[in-house]
């Protein structure tokens, strides 16, 4: 029980410690969203939506679960692999459908990898904004 007029945790604990969290955060990303629609163009061809950066800068990938799902879109079998991804928390804010560039880490194989946010884990006392991301690979 605190005592009269005091808290247990400061107001500005996630902000104090958000310099813990970094020092897990060994990769880095930039995370885009798409700031326009996609056009079709007079001769047909797609042109793809402009977009704009929200975030550049550290993070931490790892992978949710060793389950993949293997939905079917037409005829293609497609695998889905979920990724938790780690940022600092005084990062903007982050939606649903934005995407990630991981541009450095120490596994060469993700460097260059692109993830697509599916939602946000929220807490009451966070040390860092925690997403998770999937990746789609085209299989049979």
Known sequence: MPLPNTRVIHGRWSEHHESVAAGILTSSCVITRAATEGTSNADGSWAPPATVTIYTGPCRVVRLTAEEEHPVQGEKRITTRRYGVTILISSPEI??????????????????????????????????????????????
Do not use: H, Q, Y
């Open 95 to 140: 939606l649903t459908g934005d995407s990630v560039l991981i541009t450095v880490s120490n596994d060469p194989m993700m460097t260059g990898g692109s993830l697509r946010v599916e939602s946000s884990i929220v807490g009451s006392e966070v040390w860092s904004r925690e997403l998770v991301a999937v990746e789609f690979e085209g299989g049979s």
